[in-house]
C-alpha cells in the first residue's frame, strides 16, 4: 500500500515474468488494491510460475510506442524509428506502425536515447525492443524490455530497408553491427502492421479454431504476409490465435492507410471467423486516419458497433 500510495492512484499492478497482457491489473483506488493485487499473482503464477508482481503508475489516455534496438557485445549500440502500438485488446497488439502520428521528432530522439542507455547500462546485446507509455503531454514512460525480435519487426524493415533477422543472427555470431546509428535512424517509409488472428471480434475476440478451408492471400507493391496457412490447414486450440502477418508500407501515411485497405479487402480466409473485418473498420475509421487515438481505441470502437447495431435492432422492431 505504501508503495502505491507514493506512486499515486491510479496504478497497475503488473506480473514481474509477464507479459500479453496475463496477470496485469488496473487499480483506481486503495480500497480495490488488495484484491486485485491477489488476482494479478492467481493470474501470474499460472501464466509464468512466477507469482512476482510490481505497481507502476497508470498513464490515462496513453499511446503504446515502442523502440527497436540493435546491440553489440562490444557495447555499441543502435535503436530505430518507433513503432506505434496503441490499437490493441486486452493489451496485446493488433495494428502497429512507424512512424508513429503521435511522436515528434524530439520525442523520437529522445526515446532512442533513453533506449540506447538502457542498453548499455544493463549490458544488453542482440535485438530487442524497449517499450513506452506515451502521454498526451508528450512524456514517455518506460514499461518493460523485450529481449527478442517481435511480431512486428516487419513494420520497422519495410520503414528503414533493413533486415533483422540478419543482424541478429550477425550479433549472435560475434560480428559487428552491419549499420550505424544515422542508418538505423533513417525513415524510408511509412508501414503498418496488421496481425489477422482466428478470433471473433464481435464476440470480444473470443478464439475461433477450425479447418481453413480456402486461402487468398494479397499481393503486389509495397504489401508483404508472413504466414503459415495454407486450405486445409486446421488451426488448434492450443496455441496463439495468429494466422497471419499483413504489412503494407508507402512513400506516406495516407498512402500506406489506402494500401491497408486494399490489401484487406483481397484478403479472404474460409471456414473460420478472423479479425480482417474487423482491421478494415479501423482503418476507415476518421480518428484513425487522424492519427488522434490511444491505446482505448479498438474499446471505444466496440462500442461505437454495438450502439449502431441496438440502433438497428430497435428501429426493425418498429
Known amino acids: ?26 487499480v483506481r483506488s486503495p480500497a480495490d488494491l488488495e484484491g486485485q493485487a491477489r488476482l494479478a499473482q492467481a493470474e501470474a503464477q499460472a501464466a509464468f510460475n512466477d507469482g512476482s508482481v510490481y505497481i507502476e503508475k497508470f498513464i490515462e489516455h496513453p499511446r503504446h ?11 555499441d549500440v543502435v535503436a530505430f524509428p518507433e513503432r506505434d502500438c496503441s490499437v490493441q485488446r486486452r493489451h496485446q497488439k493488433l495494428i502497429e506502425e512507424s512512424p508513429s502520428p503521435a511522436v515528434t521528432k524530439d520525442i523520437r530522439l529522445k526515446m532512442q536515447e533513453a533506449s540506447i542507455r538502457l542498453a548499455k547500462a544493463a549490458g544488453y546485446t542482440n535485438v530487442g525492443t524497449v517499450e513506452f507509455l506515451l502521454d498526451t503531454d508528450g512524456k514517455f514512460y518506460f514499461i518493460e524490455v523485450n529481449a527478442r525480435l517481435q511480431v512486428e519487426h516487419p513494420v520497422t524493415e519495410s520503414v528503414t530497408g533493413l533486415d533483422l533477422v540478419a543482424a541478429q543472427i550477425l550479433l549472435a555470431a560475434g560480428e559487428a553491427l552491419p549499420f550505424d546509428q544515422n542508418r538505423a535512424a533513417e525513415i524510408r517509409a511509412h508501414a503498418l502492421e496488421h ?6 471480434p464481435n464476440r470480444g475476440f473470443a478464439p475461433c479454431p477450425g479447418r481453413v478451408d480456402s486461402l487468398l492471400l494479397p499481393g503486389g507493391a509495397g504489401v508483404r504476409v508472413d504466414t503459415h496457412l495454407y486450405a486445409g490447414y486446421t488451426v488448434a486450440s492450443y496455441y496463439d490465435s495468429l494466422l497471419a502477418k499483413l504489412i503494407t508500407f ?26 480482417i473485418d474487423f482491421h478494415k473498420r479501423v482503418i476507415a475509421h476518421p480518428e484513425f486516419k487522424s492519427g488522434n487515438f490511444d491505446t482505448h481505441f479498438t474499446e471505444k470502437l466496440n462500442a461505437q458497433d454495438k450502439t449502431a447495431a441496438d440502433h438497428r435492432a430497435s428501429a426493425a422492431r418498429v
Do not use: C, Y
Open 65 to 75: 510506442v515502442e523502440i527497436q534496438i540493435a546491440a553489440h557485445a562490444s557495447g
Open 250 to 275: 508507402a512513400p506516406d501515411r495516407a498512402a500506406a492507410i489506402a494500401r491497408s485497405s486494399r490489401a484487406l479487402s483481397e484478403f479472404e480466409i474460409g471456414g473460420i471467423s478472423t479479425t
Open 1 to 26: 500500500m505504501k508503495e502505491a500510495a507514493a506512486v499515486g492512484f491510479p496504478v497497475m499492478v503488473k506480473a514481474a515474468s509477464g507479459g500479453g497482457g496475463k496477470g496485469l491489473r488496473l
Open 195 to 200: 496481425r489477422i488472428n482466428a478470433e471473433d
